[in-house]
């Protein structure tokens, strides 16, 4: 396994930083500079919405943070966190996810910092990335989210079920002008819970690379809540804001 990422590195390593040109100077990096990477903020927990982790940046020092938001009131999920937002090194890193399967260590100690940060962790049964369409798979050979889920689950020792939720319908892809109404419409029935025994009272920690609108991530949870899953939490690299 070493050595086929280090082939891998090898076709992109050294290279110039995807954002600013600049040399990137460590492979741990991954595409990104350390300068870009410098630039990118993480979300804080103590100005994030301790439901989902919206940030509030505008929150004012000594005030807490809300216990949920707009966003996460009516979701079946318990608890969501992500990096940060979509946006500069993180975005170009999650952009190369889709195509190349290396997870730089500077995203792995994102993911590590986030994590250990709340008590997402605690008492996690069991890690479930989002599924791809088989015929997305085919394409892509690869899941992103699954490679993401395989790594907290190393990391944390909790075991990593890839085969109790499958994606069968192939969703269509998201277009510009989609609103929410839209999304969730061409999520429905997306996904099924192929083991429910495996599920039945388990808590989960749902793993995916972006959180977009939610939509795809109501649709697993509500179909992981129906096969009787106990508690299902959220992790994902990014977030759109
Ligand atoms: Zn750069
Ligand atoms: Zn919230």
Not at 79 to 94: D, I, K, N, P, T
Not at 119 to 134: A, G, M, R, S, W
Not at 194 to 211: G, K, S, W
Request: hydrophobic fraction near 40%; proline fraction near 5%.
């Amino acid at each position: 396994m070493k050595q086929i990422s280090d082939a891998l590195l090898a076709t992109f390593f050294p290279a110039s930083c995807q954002l600013c040109g600049q040399l990137v100077e460590t492979k741990a990096s991954g595409i990104v500079c350390q300068k870009c990477w410098n630039d990118y903020l993480p979300f804080q927990l103590s100005k994030s919405c301790q439901k989902c982790g919206y940030p509030f940046l505008s929150l004012e020092i000594g005030n807490l943070p809300p216990k949920d938001c707009a966003y996460c009131r009516n979701t079946l999920f318990s608890l969501a966190r992500s990096c940060g937002a979509y946006e500069g090194a993180m975005r170009a890193s999650v952009l190369e996810l889709k195509t190349s399967p290396y997870l730089s260590e500077k995203l792995f100690e994102l993911i590590k910092n986030t994590l250990t940060q709340s008590n997402i962790l605690e008492k996690v049964d069991l890690i479930i990335p989002i599924p791809l369409h088989q015929e997305r798979l085919a394409k892509r050979s690869f899941n992103q989210a699954e490679l993401i889920a395989e790594k907290i689950s190393d990391f944390a020792s909790i075991p990593l079920d890839n085969s109790s939720l499958a994606r069968i319908k192939p969703t269509l892809k998201h277009r510009i002008g989609m609103d929410k109404i839209d999304r969730s419409n061409s999520l429905k029935g997306a996904f099924q819970v192929m083991r429910p025994r495996l599920i039945a009272n388990q808590v989960i920690l749902l793993v995916d690379d972006v959180f977009t609108t939610g939509s795809t991530i109501s649709a697993a949870t509500s179909e992981l809540i129906r096969a009787k899953a106990k508690e299902i939490r959220i992790f994902t690299l990014a977030r759109i804001v």
